[in-house]
């Protein structure tokens, strides 16, 4: 397993439509266990294959407190959805930026596992936003899209300036 690097804004591969996964083989698995792997080690709570530069349909999460609930989901597809919830969300491609974001409160997606078997997930609450959050990834979309161009422009422009700060420090 290995710790894989994580692509940070403004990278434009950020911006690709990640492809459905068409072979379940073992370099699947094996993305898939580096997903966790980055994910944990970058005390994430989801990650998209996009973010680790792998162009396909894949994305794993775990909310749990004990970081001993792994979902991964191949060619995942949001079915149903319903309510809305803001919720301030911060993206392992934006460190130390954080930004309220509404989005449905409930989503029920339809994906297959990491063997290609069928499975349907129903998720509520923080892990119906890590999914969204994910799933948008994989369509080369990123939280702060949703953001006014003020309020964007702003939160980039401190971001900039965090990141000159670390640098020259
Ligand atoms: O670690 C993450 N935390 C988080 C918090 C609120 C809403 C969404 C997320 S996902 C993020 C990891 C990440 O960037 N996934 O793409
Ligand atoms: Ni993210």
């Known amino acids: ?25 073992a370099r699947l698995e094996q993305l898939v266990a580096d997903m966790f792997e980055t994910m944990y080690a970058a005390n994430g709570v989801g990650l998209a294959a996009t973010q680790v530069n792998v ?3 894949v ?3 775990d ?10 989901l191949i060619n995942a597809q ?25 989005r449905a409160l409930r989503v029920k997606v339809k994906a297959q596992d990491v063997h290609g078997k069928d499975i349907v997930v129903e998720a509520e609450g923080p892990l119906a936003v ?12 990123v939280f702060v899209d949703y953001l006014s161009s003020l309020k964007r422009t702003l939160l980039l422009k401190r971001l ?3 990141r000159k700060q670390a640098a020259s420090a």
């Open 78 to 102: 949001i079915v149903e959805k319903e309510g809305s919830q803001v919720y301030q969300e911060g993206c392992l491609s934006f460190p130390g930026l954080y930004a309220d974001v509404t």
């Open 160 to 162: 900039d300036k965090q």
């Open 130 to 141: 890590c999914i969204q959050h994910e799933l948008d990834h994989l369509e080369g979309k």
């Open 63 to 72: 909310m749990s407190d004990d970081r001993k609930q792994p979902l991964a």
């Open 1 to 25: 397993m290995s710790v894989l690097s994580i692509l940070e804004f403004p990278d434009p591969r950020l911006r690709t439509r990640a492809e459905p996964v068409s072979v379940f083989d």
């Open 55 to 57: 162009h396909q349909r």
């Open 59 to 61: 994305l794993v999460a």
